[in-house]
């Protein structure tokens, strides 16, 4: 069971040969780039040499129509492929839903009523079928494994874990309904909390281990949550982050600013690599191995209603706190297992490996429980891409034969920028699969994992989804016959109805573009947002009643492919990380002498997009280098790293464009951000002081 799985001999004997495009131009060799294609079919090569659950576009077709025809007998038909402890009743409806809040309150539940768990059937299934020994997780520690932490772990050795944790988390007075934080690194123990709070009713909130003290504060209170678990810190890339000290500054500000209080901190020890010497309190601290120590390691399970919450995760909006959005077991379980399964094609024997952290929706439903709902073998790793250098991840792939890979595109254009050298080092012919998520792929870094990573023998699935749907939304699903269009997310995944609305919410109908909506409920939506069900309305119901509002732009083309155009409100999206504008800006006016400040996005060539702040001072202060450091300070503190302004423009006492009702007009900022001149302005008649202007461009003031 230890061992590494059996390997599949090399399914091309040559580089490129039977690549459709031309062979890439190597770096420097003075050859300009060639453009990327526009269209590239399946791969032939991938067709013939595996098997499929879709065999063609036709076949795609007949089951996305079955979906949405019958959504309660297509849907109920995969879902009774789960354990149920309790059926749901049979006499009603498996979905029942109002997406209208003007008929009365938004909903939409799956199988209540009947009684399920989702750690058993990620588990215990498995495990009593006699895959016991399969193995769960390789881990991939960060760095390449100097100290000897590489491991893997069996299904049955991660159900013994996952019990002993589900019961240790019960002596620490969790029981079903209650919120759990982690705030840990990326590692087995992760999912293994997860998992185990699942296990017991428990409803688990992860927060990225990259979030500051003041945002782990917010979410502590807004979870509820009394247990914390946490790691005495981890090593990502050459950097050590001391997460036990951070984790402490939480739990005295969430007590400060929120009143709320953390009963229990529970911390594993070296959980990340090294150990630090963190302070415990008494009372409150617990090491994990005491905490476990004792621990039997089977564990009742919890049966709990599919509508009970499973995990509620903060993520980003255009306005105000993060937004804690609940998924729920039975819905989630069915949506997240079957994506995984049609989107990659997972086969029973293929190796997965998905580089999201599960701090994110990805790292959630494709980490945790998509494919171990399925009895997939997966990579977990702990590291970075860039260290110890650009090749990292195609070790990975080499060492473990992964035929599935699921990341993001800006890893991808920063590893294409590395060099290809970093790639053909190792073998990636195991690959099948290419994944992204997170933010629109642009064709270049499309091209470069197809032609470079995949050497055009593989196919790539770029799905569009958010934390919200749970699970995949629109992908370019592994099928014959399909042309994959570098940069679109192209077909509907299984029961999901898109629909384009204008701005006055008439349905766009053939080519063309619009605010994109989902029109029917699919099981793993968002079932409301934590303690503010009228926030979720307000949210994605209100401005189009009826349907959910993704909050993005889409355009139908000719063949009726689906290309995302980015989000509609201000909602940013750096390195695939989404950040709310506002909290960006709160953040920036928390300094003292700023006065104001606005940010948009402009796009950058790694990141995706990039944060801009237009910062208006106050009177008589002049923008310099230690404002500046103020403010990166600032953002480090109220959010965390990840909110790094690349471009700060000190706006004059004019300050910020405005509308008469006083209302920032981002669209000018976001012009003037991108290099935008005179010319493109368009319409500023609705600015109350049109002599901004002058100052935001140069121009001399009048
Ligand atoms: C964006 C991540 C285009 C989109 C799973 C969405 C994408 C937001 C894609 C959700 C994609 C994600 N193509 N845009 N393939 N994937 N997005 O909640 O703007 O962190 O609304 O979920 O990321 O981000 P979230």
């Known amino acids: 069971p230890r061992s590494l799985p059996a390997v599949s001999p090399p399914r091309r004997a040559a580089a490129s040969s039977q690549s459709a495009s031309p062979p890439q131009a190597s770096a420097g060799d003075g050859a300009a780039p060639r453009p990327p294609p526009t269209e590239v079919p399946v791969p032939a090569s991938y067709l013939e040499a595996n098997e499929h659950h879709l065999g063609s576009l036709a076949e795609y077709e007949t089951l996305y129509n079955q979906s949405v025809a019958d959504p309660d007998a297509f849907w109920s038909t995969i879902a009774r492929e789960f354990y149920w402890e309790k059926p749901w009743p049979a006499d009603a409806p498996a979905v029942s839903w109002n997406f209208d ?32 020994d399969n193995v769960a997780f390789f881990f991939e520690p960060n760095g390449d494994d100097d100290d000897g932490r590489r491991r893997s772990v069996t299904y049955a050795e991660l159900l013994a874990d996952v019990c002993r944790t589900a019961n240790a988390l019960t002596a620490a007075g969790i029981r079903a309904g209650d919120g759990v934080v982690t705030y840990m690194p990326m590692g087995v123990q992760l999912p293994t909390v997860m998992l185990a709070a699942a296990r017991i009713g428990a409803v688990h909130s992860v927060v990225f281990g990259g979030f500051s003290p003041a945002a782990l504060a917010a979410r502590l209170a807004a979870a509820g949550a009394a247990v914390i678990v946490t790691t005495d810190g981890v090593g990502r ?22 009143g709320h ?44 209603d599919a509508e009970d919450p ?18 729920t077991v039975g819905g989630y379980m069915v949506g997240a297992a079957t994506t995984f399964k049609f989107s990659f094609n997972y086969m029973p024997g293929d190796v997965y490996f998905c580089t999201a952290d599960c701090g994110w929706i990805t790292g959630h439903t494709y980490v945790t429980y998509g494919p171990l709902l399925n009895g997939a073998t997966q990579v977990i790793f702990e590291g970075i891409p860039t260290y110890p250098d650009a090749g990292r991840l195609w070790a990975i792939v080499a060492r473990y034969r992964v035929n599935i890979l699921y990341t993001a595109p800006t890893a991808l254009r920063s590893l294409k920028r590395a060099g290809d050298a970093y790639v053909t080092a190792h073998d990636t012919s195991s690959l099948k699969v290419l994944g992204t998520v997170g933010e629109p792929i642009n064709p270049e870094a499309w091209d470069w994992y197809y032609s470079v990573v995949g050497d055009a023998s593989a196919t790539v699935v770029d799905s569009y989804w958010q934390t919200e749907t ?64 009228g926030r979720m309305e307000s949210t994605y119901f209100s401005r189009f009643p009826g349907y959910y509002m993704t909050g993005d732009g889409a355009r139908r083309d000719a063949d009726g492919h689906l290309w995302l155009t980015g989000r509609i409100d201000d909602v940013l999206n750096v390195s695939g990380h989404r950040m709310g504008t506002a909290e960006v800006e709160s953040a920036i006016v928390g300094v003292p002498s700023v006065a104001e400040a606005a940010v948009v996005g402009i796009p950058h060539e790694v990141t995706g997009e990039a944060l801009y702040a237009f910062v208006v001072l106050m009177p008589g202060v002049e923008g310099n280098d230690g404002l500046r450091a103020a403010i990166t300070a600032e953002l480090r503190a109220r959010i965390g790293p990840i909110a790094r302004v690349e471009t700060l423009h000190w706006v004059g006492g004019r300050g910020l464009p405005k509308t008469r009702s006083g209302k920032i007009l981002r669209r000018l900022l976001r012009l003037i951000a991108t290099g935008g001149g005179e010319g493109d302005l368009g319409d500023v008649s609705t600015l109350a002081d049109p002599s901004v202007l002058d100052e935001l461009l140069g121009r001399p003031v009048a």
């Open 101 to 132: 809040p003007t008929a009365g309150p938004v909903y939409a539940h799956w199988w209540k009523g009947g009684r399920t768990n989702i750690c058993y059937n990620a588990l215990d299934v498995h495990v009593a079928a006699g895959r016991g």
């Open 237 to 258: 890339g050459a950097k050590w982050v001391p997460l036990k000290a951070a984790a402490d500054e939480a739990i005295a500000l969430a007590a400060a600013e929120y």
């Open 261 to 304: 209080t953390v009963t229990t901190q529970l911390v594993v020890r070296g959980g990340g690599g090294g150990e630090a010497d963190v302070p415990m309190v008494t009372g409150r601290d617990v090491w994990w191995d005491d905490a476990l120590a004792g621990a039997a390691d089977t564990a009742p399970v919890v049966w709990v």
């Open 310 to 327: 499973l995990f509620c995760l903060f993520t980003s909006g255009s306005t105000g706190a993060p937004k804690g959005v609940v998924h």
């Open 470 to 533: 749970g699970a995949h939304v629109i992908v370019p699903l592994p099928v014959a016959g399909l042309s994959l269009k570098p940069g679109c997310a192209q077909l509907p995944h299984l029961g999901i109805v898109p629909a384009l609305l204008d701005d006055n919410g008439n349905v766009v109908e053939g080519e063309g573009e619009g605010n994109l909506v989902i029109a029917r409920p699919w099981p793993s939506a968002l079932r409301t947002l934590m303690g503010d069900h």
